[in-house]
């Protein structure tokens, strides 16, 4: 049964990978054309156990107004009287079929954006999906498959999350 779960997120992460491999080329953009946004990243999520999140989140802006978004998050919950934390990397796509003229950050793209996203830790993978409102409001949902085996917390499951990103703008100023 393990081997069927290590096949199917082999499988799906390469229809993601060409996924993002054909978006990307279809565009044919220059890293200098790009527009970079940096948020904090704070909110829920739950795998098995209720976890806080909180982390940084890069947002690469391209011409087209779609968006790459690139994370590093730590989660953290009470378990079995064991405090967990655990860190995760994320890399995903947000991209809008609709154009609207609300946005915290630009004038230039997208309210409401459809996203794809993998989270990656230690222990496992997860591949999500869901909508991001006005860039700051983050829901998704997904399935963690599990690759070691954590001693303290299952990471194979269902995964619901809402989030909260806000951008360093609100803090800093030039």
Known sequence: MCNFYIRLMKFILAIVCCFM???SKAQEVDF???TAYYLFNVGYTYQNINYFEGGL???LVQPNDNIIDLGLTANMGYSNKNFIIYPELQAGYLWNLKK???D???SNFNSAFWVIRSSISPWHITPEAGITIVSLIDITAGYGFEFRKNEKVDLEGFKFGISLRLPFLLFWHE
Do not use: G, Q, V
Request: proline content about 7%.
């Open 32 to 34: 200098k054309d790009f």
């Open 21 to 23: 491999l054909s978006i």
């Open 100 to 102: 609207t003229a609300i």
């Open 57 to 59: 989140n890069a947002y």
């Open 104 to 106: 915290p950050y630009s």
